[in-house]
């Protein structure tokens, strides 16, 4: 959830004040400057190959999303790999253009059924048997399980957001400073703890 800690002695140091990642092990591993997301899970394979389950994500993202439910879910479906479906969060028309040019229809994103990838995946250790090195996650290890319709799509309707513009970041500052930060799902818990 959160934890304040003081680091000293150029990071040889390290105090934490409050503490609820008592059972967590970190692994802080340079993948690469330039390295995509199956890059990376490719070099950090070794340290999960005794969890049956794990979790990645892009971290440009925010969302208020009830990982636990989410979870639950992917478990059910028996699936190897899961990824959170989002509605674009922009305004915009989709057009559907016959290949003559011909235009048979514009919509609104929402009426043309339009889910994108949010960034915030559950994956089994099955994946790596599906991945090659190099490999860009969502496209030929995801289209090799969709092709084995191994892949769990959670379509998720609450709180998301990227930050990937400059315009993206301003609206998330102008919104946490409003305090309008649904994506800070551990202040409802902080607060229910009386803390």
């Known amino acids: 959830m959160s934890n304040d800690f003081v680091m000293t002695d150029g990071g040889r140091g390290l105090e934490l004040l409050r503490n609820d990642i008592a059972s967590w092990k970190i692994h802080f591993v340079d993948t690469g400057l330039s390295s995509n997301v199956g890059t990376r899970l490719w070099k950090v394979r070794h340290l ?4 049956p389950m794990f979790l990645a ?10 990982h636990p439910e989410y979870q639950r879910l992917f478990e059910a479906s028996g699936k190897t790999a899961a990824c959170v479906c989002v509605r674009p969060p922009s305004s915009g028309h989709v ?8 235009v048979r229809a ?12 949010g960034g915030y995946f559950i994956l089994r250790r ?7 090195e190099g490999e ?4 030929e290890p995801f289209q090799r399980l969709i092709d084995k319709q191994q892949l769990y799509g959670h ?22 400073s409003a305090g309008d930060r649904p ?5 409802a818990a902080d607060a229910a703890a009386g803390i």
């Open 48 to 51: 999960l190959q005794d969890e």
């Open 57 to 66: 994500n892009y971290a440009d993202g925010l969302s208020d999303l009830p």
């Open 95 to 102: 057009a559907r253009v016959e290949p003559d040019g011909n």
């Open 106 to 117: 514009v919509e609104t994103f929402e009426e043309a059924d339009l889910w994108i990838n």
């Open 126 to 132: 099955e994946i790596f048997d599906h991945m090659n």
């Open 136 to 139: 860009e996650l969502v496209r």
């Open 155 to 176: 379509r998720y309707t609450g709180f998301w957001q990227c930050c990937d513009t400059f315009k993206e970041k301003q609206d998330l500052d102008q919104r946490f």
């Open 183 to 187: 994506w800070q799902v551990w202040e």
